[in-house]
């Protein structure tokens, strides 16, 4: 198995699928725990996060962690991702044939790791993962099943730090989340 996680990371290291890869710095890979049953998946990787090749670091990284925290999670025992591994110039959003380029990865990811839930941060990750017409403000905390997997959606830490009102709002849906989590790996008909 740590064979096929070595090999993704090299073939994201050498991807040439779309644009952005001549602008990109280090493509960012998923980060955690390979065996986590939560994996978390947000939109494309930061400034910071190009610049030190690593999910969920800087400002909005520390807000993640202290709501995890909040809610008895550490980093160490998830699995954090993005639907594009390569920052989009100006913090843009992915255009839609980036997303496409790197939707092989994030499959993969998830076929590797194979996670009881999967947690949408944003908009643009739940319209992807969980439904194109997706609504982060009305839909936010609600729970939908497919191919075996949770999947919720809350606001991405970066919304978070432009509207801090939100931090309960989303501490809310994390503890829901770790719930979730427990009912689910401590089913016994697992």
Known sequence: MKEA?????????????CPLHAT?????????????????IAEAPGEQEDQQGTPFVGRSGE??????????????DIYMTNIIKC???????????????CFP?????????????????????????ISP????TR????WTCRKNYALTATYHPSAVLRDPLKYE????DFCEIVKKLNSLTNDPGD
Request: with cysteine; aromatic share 6%.
């Open 5 to 17: 996680w070595e090999e993704i990371e090299q073939h994201v290291a050498g991807c040439t699928c």
């Open 24 to 40: 990109r710095r280090r493509p960012v890979m998923g980060r955690g725990d390979h065996q986590a049953a939560l994996m978390l």
């Open 63 to 76: 807000l993640l962690d202290r709501l995890l925290q909040d809610c008895g999670l550490r980093r160490e």
């Open 87 to 101: 920052h989009p110039p100006g913090n843009r959003d992915p255009k839609e044939a980036e997303k496409k380029a």
């Open 105 to 129: 990865y994030l499959k993969y990811e998830t076929f590797l790791l194979k996670p009881k839930i999967i947690v949408c941060l944003g908009r643009i990750a739940a319209q992807r993962i």
């Open 133 to 136: 017409d997706f609504k982060i």
């Open 139 to 142: 839909q936010h905390g609600t």
């Open 169 to 172: 709002l989303v501490k809310e």
